[in-house]
């Protein structure tokens, strides 16, 4: 069971993995399936070094694993739960953004789909 003081710990985890932009946009693109150091690179149109700095952040901070695939290593969500909870969360934040329609057609959250009201 958590603690009060291990749910710190895993929020400032995560905290930190997505407060630097780079890091974010790896876990974006992870989240639409794994990927390689290199093709995140070209893909994300960074170093490899860069990227594989941030990967080992991530990796160091249990929120992707490396799977050794030959003489590559294949990068990936850790849990199935964080790569939905992550994806809730951008789907989340997106939706209580004013300048932002809702991107849930089935939304069932009061107000955030409701035309606005005219005055």
Known sequence: MLTITSRVDVMNRLGRAMADPTRSRILLSLLDGPGYPAQLARDLELTRTNVSNHL??????????????????RYEI??????????????????????????????????????????
């Open 56 to 73: 080992a952040c991530l990796r160091g901070c249990g929120i992707v694993v490396a799977e050794p695939e030959g003489r590559q290593t």
């Open 78 to 119: 850790a849990d199935p739960h964080l790569a939905a909870a992550l994806t809730a969360l951008v789907d989340v934040t997106l939706a209580v953004d004013e300048n932002e329609p809702c991107i849930d057609p089935a939304c069932s959250v009061p107000g955030c789909c409701d035309p606005e009201p005219t005055t």
